[in-house]
Nanobody, 114 residues
């Protein structure tokens, strides 16, 4: 089993920045992919950004050039630097990790006020 614990959410004004962190623990051998999804009220959960164990990244079009995902394999931690935040980025952000199975964190709220 893998446990994922997120931190760094909060309330920020439009144009501001936040940095999310997600630390993995447990049976964490070869977490091939780590990343972030988000879910706004009334919407489906959607991909934000993913990073592989060798640093290949994938971003949703809506966050490209504003968000940066990074990963520290030694610390089993993935980060999401979010800049130029918009009210439309308001959502619960979930950490994601995949070995053979997929694992999810409990979610952290990000609220962007206009």
């Amino acid at each position: 089993q893998v446990q994922l614990v997120e931190s760094g959410g909060g309330l920020v004004q439009a144009g501001g920045s936040l940095r999310l962190s997600c630390a993995a623990s447990g049976s964490i051998f070869r977490l091939n992919v780590m990343g972030w999804y988000r879910q706004a009220p009334g919407n489906q959960r959607e991909l934000v950004a993913l990073v592989t164990s060798i640093g290949v990244t994938n971003y949703a079009e809506s966050v490209k050039d504003r968000f940066t995902i990074s990963r520290d394999n030694a610390k089993n931690t993935v980060y999401l630097q979010m800049n130029s935040l918009k009210p439309g980025d308001t959502a619960v952000y979930y950490c994601y990790a995949r070995q053979v199975n997929a694992y999810w964190g409990q979610g952290t709220q990000v609220t962007v006020s206009s």
